[in-house]
């Protein structure tokens, strides 16, 4: 094991110690990725994944479509209802929410 020695913890140099604590030390670092940064805005709903695709081996990204979410692998829709994405297959969204699964059903129609 290699030790780092510093003047600034040294016993001697007291007020560099006490300064030095009460700022946070002097040891700091910033990370950064290499390459070229590009700020682009991504919205989590663009990566949605189809749920039922997923039991099936494919990952199909789910397309918005007014107030629902549509697979074009396999058809599938999940509403939005106040915001808030359904990703349950028919039978389980049925099972859970059966007032909110029959006005969507007659809403999706």
């Known amino acids: 094991m290699r030790c780092i020695e510093s003047e600034l913890f040294n016993p001697k140099h007291y ?3 006490i300064l030095a604590y009460l700022f946070g030390g002097v040891i700091s670092g910033t990370c950064c990725k290499s390459g070229v940064s590009i700020k682009e805005e991504i919205s989590v709903y663009d990566l949605l994944i189809c749920p039922s695709c997923i ?3 494919r990952e199909s990204r789910l ?8 697979c ?3 058809g599938n829709k999940f509403p939005i209802i106040d915001g ?3 990703l349950f297959s028919d039978k ?3 099972e859970l929410y059966p007032d909110i699964f029959e ?7």
């Open 72 to 74: 074009n692998e396999c």
């Open 63 to 70: 397309a918005q479509k007014n107030l629902s979410f549509f």
């Open 103 to 109: 006005e969507v059903t007659k809403r999706l129609k």
């Open 84 to 86: 808030v994405v359904f």
């Open 92 to 94: 389980k969204f049925k």
């Open 55 to 57: 039991e099936n081996g």
């Open 15 to 17: 007020i560099k110690f």
